[in-house]
């Protein structure tokens, strides 16, 4: 089945300093992939939807110079963290809809950020 | 606003009984809606997706059901294992762009 892969599963980084997560479809090709945030005993907000080719489009709130989204091909999207600060530690959790299969998304493993 | 509240946020149910999970929602038409589960520490793996035009679906042990004039969907597990103790969310969605609810903990006791 699709299976999206998603590194790093944890990083820490220094305030000040940007990080930056890689969603990669493995099997199939995601010309739309979703980037989330989760906080602990809440529900995942989506934060951005990445479109291959062209750009992001943010949810009202989210601030597009402090992440950074590239989806450069069909099976890679990565969100760059810049300019890292402690309120930024999170759960992200990226996605990709695989038309082909079950229709559902399909979500990669998560990365647990911390910033100290 | 759109809402999606699910039951509960933790539920107790004793293994080999059926756990019935809630998912309500207002100010919304969703297309479909989606049931997922979500282990500690780890991204939501899909479990079943239901269209607005249908009732219930059926897969191996889950079953779910959709009605849009309550604005409401069931979920359940029946002969409930204790593998199954994870978090299950409730996902609305209409074309490419899906909420979802905070998720219900269900706990399975052997």
């Known amino acids: 089945g699709a299976v999206v892969s998603q590194h790093p599963s944890r990083v820490i980084c220094k305030s000040g300093t940007s990080v930056k997560i890689e969603c990669r479809s493995l099997?199939?090709?995601?010309?739309?992939m979703f980037w989330y945030r989760q906080f602990p005993k809440k529900s995942l907000m989506l934060m951005a939807t990445s479109n291959e080719g062209s750009k992001a489009t943010y949810e009202q709130g989210v601030e597009k110079d402090k992440f950074l989204i590239n989806h450069a091909s069909l099976t890679l999207s990565t969100l760059t963290v810049t300019s890292a600060h402690p309120e930024d530690s999170s759960f992200y959790i990226c996605?990709?809809?695989?038309?082909?299969?079950?229709?559902?998304?399909?979500f990669g493993s998560g990365t647990r950020l911390t910033v100290v | 606003s759109q809402k999606i509240e699910q039951n509960s946020e933790a539920l107790n149910i004793q293994e080999g009984k059926t756990a019935t999970l809630t998912c309500n929602y207002t100010?919304?038409?969703?297309?479909?809606l989606q049931w997922y589960r979500q282990d500690p520490g780890r991204g939501p793996v899909f479990l079943l997706l239901i269209r607005e035009n249908e009732k219930e679906k059926r897969k191996e042990r889950l079953k779910v059901t959709f009605d849009t004039t309550l604005k409401q969907s069931l979920f359940h597990i029946t002969a409930s294992q204790p593998a199954d103790s994870a978090t299950y969310l409730c996902?609305?969605?209409?074309?490419?762009?899906?909420?979802f609810g905070k998720g219900t903990r269900l706990h399975i006791l052997p």
């Open positions: 996605s990709a809809r695989d038309y082909q299969g079950h229709y559902g998304y399909t």
């Open positions: 099997d199939f090709q995601a010309t739309t």
């Open positions: 996902a609305l969605g209409r074309d490419d762009k899906i909420i």
């Open positions: 100010n919304y038409s969703p297309a479909y």
